[in-house]
């Protein structure tokens, strides 16, 4: 007997169904004490989107906001609600300074099926998004705006409220448009750094290379070392590189990676003094160091912004795949001069590095051997350093995340996830996935490891087992508790 799958055959039974990814449906900023009287309520909306939405029902949409924290904080004074589940959409909030709430609603996913009479019938998947995986999508919002524009209050400071709204307004009219709901997963909830695995000799060179570097460019103040998209040193707090290597990774990079790909990176130089060509460039700032009106703008970053609160422009300086980040103090403006300066330092001395890490990298990658497609995939993530490693993820941009396993099993880890938050103690979890796949979390001293093992007919001892060997081998040197 031939049973026909749905969105196959045809007749009267032949069923089609469409499915939608979740959607960004509106995205707010307000602050309650801006309108606090009646008539006044339009004050407290500091950022609106999308902008087209009528006057009256972003004030209602605001309240309704406004009600709910309100609400939620009798029963829990210091944690006020961070997300409201409807039928069709759930709604996140986030406090990231005191009295300024931003708000981020996003549509469920949808599966659209045709009914008998060949009307549509619409399905909301009300179970499908993970709250942590867009909360954390919501304060990297914040935290990527304060990279670039500081704090709402010193915005508050400079210029009172029409200012704050004006760099609103700037920042998020562009930025909500890389937001990709749909490819959010377990790693935005972790904002981890890649990091790059060195010997200790290249690692002594590179090291020697910034100290020297910062000697003789003295007004350089912080410097960050990347080598294929993976951090090797920086000069930053936790904090700040962790959103700054967000930055670097899923925007500047990809843009400039666009003309290498196709061939066309920077030619060799002609004859530098002492013969050395090399392969340097600006990834911000001059584009030709050779056009004597190149404009010397470089973006300004803010860090430290509990304490210290420093301004500083971003210099990024790229030799084949390593690049480095250079950060000068805000005041100083920086010169075509000090540009070219920089580039005749750093371009041979970094085209040299970038060869030896890749030879490097190359013999490491030769001695571990071209091993056969393991069974099991994994994420790891450190808590500490905030050090992360995925082989499940074979791309992760804004607006891809080509995971090698299904999205089911990429849900299964964020609920393990979620289970690990809810208790300090260490801790393992092991899960029997439908589809013959089993799901291993580990939590150990501050660390997470995530295992997926493909073990049609393994037992609960055998899966354990296969755990045991993985964290032997890919993590040696890492206590985990059994």
Known sequence: MAVAAAGAGSGPWATQEKQFPPALLSFFIYNPRFGPREGEEENKI??????????NEKIRNVGLCEAIVQFTRTFSPSKPA???????????????????????????????????????????QEEELLDKVYSSVLQQCYSMYKLFNGTFLKAMEDGGIELLKERLEKFFHRYLQTLHLQSCDLLDIFGGISFFPLDKMTYLKIQSFINRVEESLNIVKYTAFLYNDQLIWSGLEQDDMRILYKYLT??????????????????IRAEMPGNLQHYGRFLTGPLNLNDPDAKCRFPKIFV??????????????????????????????????FCRRLDSVVGPQLTVLASDICE???????????????????????????????????????????T???????????????????????EEIIVKAMSDYWVVGKKSDRRELYVILNQKNANLIEVNEEVKKLCATQFNNIFFLD
């Open 46 to 55: 500091l950022f609106y989107h999308p902008n087209e939405v009528e006057k």
């Open 82 to 124: 961070k997300s409201l589940h409807t039928q069709k959409n759930r709604q996140f909030f986030n406090e990231p300074e005191e009295h300024f709430w931003m708000v981020m609603v996003v549509r469920n996913p949808i599966i659209e099926k045709q009914s008998k009479d060949g009307k549509p019938v619409i399905e909301y």
């Open 250 to 267: 899923t925007s500047l990079f990809p843009r400039h990676m666009e003309p290498e790909l196709a061939g066309r990176d920077s030619p």
């Open 304 to 337: 430290n912004t509990d304490d210290a609160y420093e301004e500083l422009h971003l210099i990024v300086y790229k030799a084949m795949s390593a690049a480095v980040c250079f950060m000068i103090d805000a005041s100083i403006q920086p010169t075509l001069d």
């Open 360 to 402: 490097q990298f190359n013999i490491n990658k030769r001695m571990s051997g071209s091993e056969k497609e393991p069974q099991f995939k994994f994420i790891y993530f450190n808590h500490m350093n905030l050090a992360e490693k995925s082989t499940v993820h074979m791309r992760k941009t804004p607006s891809v995340s080509l």
């Open 404 to 426: 090698s396993v299904h999205p089911d099993l990429m849900k299964i880890l964020g609920d393990i996830n979620s289970d690990f938050t809810r208790v300090d103690e260490d």
